[in-house]
């Protein structure tokens, strides 16, 4: 991505075929997936070994469980990559999004954050109280032109204790539906779909 690296390169984590491994529990569908990225793939040092753990809980949640081993120093970060559209169909504009962050990373003209930590408060990116995602997306200012939309990092204010906090919550008002984003990680990226092919549905 010009002088920057995204999505884990040209041939990411997304486009390589992982092992399953059987680790089959009575009361939870788990699918437990690993990879062997090898020294030098995509320009990364060190072996690196990753483990994905999916599970489908009786509380209506998906849980995703990350793990990396590398035998040389590297850079990892990984994340899960869907999209929601809560309605089924349409726009998202009208969901009401909640980030429990008070300060968001600005970004350079690469996307790339500049390692300030804004306020959110009077921005387009105060989202501590119930928004519409779409009422202020049109706004004038710099961070949403440059990323056409939401394509940011927020800083959550609960840090620390390694146990998942809520970042995120998202309302469709028509149909009701709720989803939660909890997370052990200091911050979480919102992206809006600006670049998406609009002839992707996806499922319903």
Do not use: C
């Amino acid at each position: 991505n010009g002088e920057n690296h995204l999505h884990g390169g040209i041939t990411g984590f997304n486009k390589v075929l992982w092992s399953a491994d059987d680790i089959t529990d009575p009361t939870l569908p788990v699918l437990h997936l690993r990879y062997l990225s090898r020294d030098g793939e995509e320009g990364y040092p060190g072996n690196l070994t990753v483990f994905l753990t999916f599970t489908l809980t009786n509380r209506n949640e998906l849980k995703i469980d990350y793990e990396a081993t590398s035998d040389k120093d590297t850079v990892i970060n990984l994340t899960n990559h869907s999209y929601f559209n809560l309605a089924g169909a349409g726009n998202i504009l009208g969901h009401q999004l909640t980030l429990f962050a008070s300060r968001f990373t600005p970004v350079d003209s690469g996307l790339i954050p500049t390692g300030e930590l804004r306020r959110v408060d009077g921005t387009p990116f105060d989202f501590r109280k119930s928004t519409a995602i779409g009422s202020r997306i049109n706004e004038t200012d710099e961070q949403l032109k440059r990323g056409n939309g939401y394509d940011l990092n927020w800083v959550l204010d609960a840090q620390g204790d390694g146990k998942p906090k809520l970042g995120a919550r998202v309302i469709e008002p028509k149909m009701g539906r709720v989803l939660e984003v909890w997370t052990t990680e200091p911050a979480i990226q919102f992206y809006s779909g600006n670049s998406l092919d609009v002839s992707s549905h996806g499922k319903g």
